[in-house]
């Protein structure tokens, strides 16, 4: 079964700096998806950034980065330069392939920027 | 260009009384995905829908719960008899493809349905 874990419940951050949200994954399959999700306080689910299991470079859009390491299982979320609009919780998921084709979703972690 | 439409955004029902989400998801997806978010939690899995199909329904409650995506219209999430538990955050998804085609777009979220049962 798919498992997604996310150790942080909280995270703090200075405004302008970088922060990283883990991520770590179980599955047995090998065609898999990895994705990150914005929830701001208004509730909706933003997509931020997807890597696919075969993919070799690690995922980039504009500020996110996901540091994948799939010998680790990790797929981790790095924001760079953060801004005070990043205050969020974030969510990492994963969809496989073959298996179950819907999306399991981590617990998150609550993102807070400090000015 | 709508995206998946979620209605109603905000519910309120009373202990015992049935609530009803909708969903209609983009325009040519067939598959549904419904996702519950209890307060200051994840998105928890609850089933997975074709036209006039339920393929997977592992994260259904046995109970009260079911789900439905006619040949024609919006999914509809029903809720019978509700309990102060139900209330939560209610989430549509949709897609186009079932396999291989990965990515991050292949799979949108609508806004989402509060429900509150008082």
């Known amino acids: 079964a798919q498992k997604i874990t996310q150790t942080q419940p909280g995270m703090f951050v200075q405004e302008k700096e970088a922060v990283t949200l883990d991520c770590t994954y179980d599955?047995?399959?090998?065609?898999?998806?990895l994705f990150w999700y914005k929830q701001p306080s208004s509730g909706e689910m933003i997509f931020l950034i997807y890597?696919?299991?075969?993919?070799?470079q690690n995922a980039t859009e504009g500020r996110y980065s996901l540091n994948f390491q799939k010998a680790r299982k990790s797929a981790n979320l790095v924001i760079s330069a953060s801004q005070l609009g990043d205050s969020a919780m974030y969510f990492c998921?994963?969809?496989?392939?073959?298996?179950?084709?819907?999306?399991?979703f981590g617990a998150g972690t609550r993102l807070t920027v400090k000015p | 260009n709508a995206g998946v439409m979620q209605n109603p955004r905000h519910l309120v029902r009373r202990r015992g009384q049935e609530a009803r989400l909708r969903c209609s998801p983009m325009?040519?997806?067939?598959?549904v995905y419904w996702y519950r978010q209890l307060p200051e939690e994840g998105l928890k899995f609850m089933v997975y829908?074709?036209?006039?199909?339920?393929?997977?329904e592992s994260g259904m409650p046995k109970e009260r719960f079911s789900a439905e995506f006619p040949k024609e219209g919006p999914s509809i999430l029903r809720i019978q008899q509700v309990v102060r538990g139900d209330s939560a955050a209610y989430f549509c998804?949709?897609?186009?493809?079932?396999?291989?085609?990965?990515?991050?777009?292949?799979?949108?979220f609508g806004e989402g349905s509060w429900l509150t049962v008082v």
């Open positions: 829908l074709q036209k006039e199909n339920i393929i997977d």
């Open positions: 890597q696919g299991s075969y993919d070799e």
């Open positions: 998804a949709s897609s186009a493809t079932l396999y291989r085609s990965f990515s991050g777009n292949t799979i949108y």
């Open positions: 599955t047995s399959d090998q065609s898999y998806g």
């Open positions: 325009k040519g997806h067939s598959h």
């Open positions: 998921a994963m969809r496989e392939v073959y298996n179950n084709n819907d999306m399991r």
